[in-house]
């Protein structure tokens, strides 16, 4: 099996791969057992029930630890909130103009980012007091006496099947998460990187028509892992119409946590409580992206990847940098940088992302990898050859999610969409 090797980019202790058969959860490459880029790896494979590590700067995660934690059951009966302190969503469709939305298969979820503005908003009615977080409207009186609105935006947004909200004991077939942020300049009570609110859609699958809003999406699904997918040109995602129509946008809101690694806290949440639905078809396509895939590494490939010999030192050009790390993928197949070799021949070194371990500076700022596979690779071509050298097959549909977790007498609250209230809007607007 796979040795650990401590790689030091200046030192290199260079590694082949062994050819073997491997089971991958999600996606076709070695990344599918995803890490963080640095921290713990971890997977669904107890949905959750093993999530203990810590994050890049060795932080414990809060998952076991926390006692805020999501998902949760929601109750039949919840706390009714006041109609004054409604949240408010406006999502404009998102229009790709061929390069612009990304789909992505991270190795945990599909996940859909843009690299456009785009004027999604939600209001929030939140705690005015200059140190609240967003979470502080929870434990508020219910009156709007001491609140402000204030705006979040979305960063992403990605899909979980089934559900990891269940309702009432029962989890549907699929659960979408829109990630917002409120800037850390609207609530000063926030961190510097602001306080982050998800909006969750729960979908159930029915026969007929697809879900027109999301069909654009679900046809260009990647199917491999670390890989992505931008929408053709002209391809929308319509989001408010992912939203139940407005009238039906009663919800529960509660505080929690994230329901991946790291599993921090001090979230708020806002679960619509009228399902949405998509087609047997749609389901299936997302499940296929995120089955469970058995690869083998292509020997006719492995022969074409040179290897440096053991132990062999290397040296790398003080600007060589670190490429096609996306911004927000924890799965990317590899880091790659550039080396100077002692014959003068452009290399590069490769470093399979599934299998680091850490990456940090050390106090010269040099950066430091552990990796159990490195791969030495000569010249530009032999890195595009060897970006497919894995096939795979899948052999399980699986499922992402999270199981609930106890919410220890929480507050939970339950907002009605007001018919009313949104007639008089359209009128005042018509
Ligand atoms: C992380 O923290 C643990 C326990 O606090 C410690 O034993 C370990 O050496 C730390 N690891 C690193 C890489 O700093
Ligand atoms: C698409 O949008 C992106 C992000 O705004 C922009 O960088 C790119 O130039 C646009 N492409 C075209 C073909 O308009």
């Keep these: 099996m796979c040795g650990h090797v401590l790689l030091i980019l200046g030192v290199v202790l260079a590694l082949a791969a062994a050819s073997e058969a491997c089971v991958y959860k999600y996606g076709t490459s070695p990344g599918s057992e995803a890490p963080s880029v640095s921290g713990t790896s971890w997977d669904y494979k107890v949905m959750g029930d093993d999530w203990s590590g810590v994050d890049g700067h060795n932080k414990s995660w809060s998952c076991m630890s926390g006692l805020h934690q999501s998902p949760i059951d929601l109750p039949v009966s919840a706390h009714i909130g006041d109609p004054s302190l409604i949240s408010k969503w406006s999502y404009p469709s998102l229009i790709s103009n061929g390069s612009n939305i990304e789909v992505i298969n991270?190795?945990?979820?599909?996940?859909?980012?843009?690299?456009?503005?785009?004027?999604?908003?939600?209001?929030?009615?939140?705690?005015?007091?200059?140190?609240?977080?967003?979470?502080?409207?929870?434990?508020?009186?219910?009156?709007?006496?001491?609140?402000?609105?204030?705006?979040?935006?979305?960063?992403?947004?990605?899909?979980?099947?089934?559900?990891?909200?269940?309702?009432?004991?029962?989890?549907?077939?699929?659960?979408?998460?829109?990630?917002?942020?409120?800037?850390h300049s609207e609530m000063p009570g926030c961190p510097e990187a602001g306080c982050l609110t998800v909006t969750a859609v729960l979908f159930k699958v029915r026969e007929g028509p697809c879900n027109a809003a999301l069909k654009d999406l679900f046809t260009s699904l990647p199917m491999?892992?670390?890989?992505?997918?931008?929408?053709?040109?002209?391809?929308?995602?319509?989001?408010?119409?992912?939203?139940?129509?407005k009238?039906?946008?009663?919800?529960?809101?509660?505080?929690?946590?994230?329901?991946?690694?790291?599993?921090?806290?001090?979230?708020?949440?806002?679960?619509?409580?009228?399902?949405?639905?998509?087609?047997?078809?749609?389901?299936?396509?997302?499940?296929?992206?995120?089955?469970?895939?058995?690869?083998?590494?292509?020997?006719?490939?492995?022969?074409?990847?040179?290897?440096?010999?053991?132990g062999q030192m290397q040296y790398l050009r003080s600007s060589g940098s670190l490429q096609n790390l996306h911004r927000s993928h924890t799965a990317q197949r590899a880091l790659r940088s550039s080396l100077s070799s002692s014959e003068g021949m452009p290399q590069y070194l490769e470093v399979v992302v599934s299998e680091l371990k850490s990456l940090q500076r050390d106090r010269q700022g040099v950066?430091?990898?552990?990796?159990?596979?490195?791969?030495?690779?000569?010249?530009?071509?032999?890195?595009?050859?060897?970006?497919?050298t894995y096939v795979c097959v899948a052999y399980a549909y699986s499922q992402n999610r999270r199981l609930p977790q106890p919410?220890?007498?929480?507050?939970?609250?339950?907002?009605?969409?007001?018919?009313?209230s949104d007639m008089i809007a359209e009128a005042i607007k018509a």
């Design 106 to 183: 991270n190795g945990h979820a599909i996940q859909v980012e843009w690299t456009s503005n785009y004027e999604g908003s939600m209001d929030i009615v939140a705690d005015a007091s200059p140190a609240a977080t967003i979470t502080d409207i929870l434990s508020m009186p219910d009156t709007s006496e001491g609140t402000k609105v204030v705006t979040a935006r979305p960063l992403q947004f990605h899909f979980h099947t089934g559900s990891e909200h269940f309702m009432d004991g029962d989890a549907l077939a699929m659960e979408m998460h829109i990630v917002s942020r409120v800037p």
């Design 224 to 245: 491999e892992e670390g890989t992505i997918n931008f929408l053709s040109e002209g391809a929308t995602i319509d989001l408010g119409k992912v939203l139940p129509s």
């Design 247 to 310: 009238e039906k946008r009663s919800y529960y809101q509660y505080a929690g946590s994230l329901t991946t690694p790291p599993c921090s806290e001090g979230l708020l949440w806002h679960v619509l409580d009228e399902a949405s639905h998509i087609s047997w078809k749609q389901y299936r396509a997302l499940l296929m992206a995120v089955s469970d895939k058995d690869c083998t590494l292509k020997a006719e490939d492995t022969s074409k990847v040179p290897r440096a010999s053991t």
């Design 367 to 388: 950066l430091v990898l552990q990796s159990s596979a490195v791969r030495h690779l000569t010249a530009g071509s032999d890195l595009q050859k060897h970006k497919d």
């Design 407 to 420: 919410s220890n007498d929480r507050m939970i609250k339950y907002f009605e969409a007001s018919k009313e």
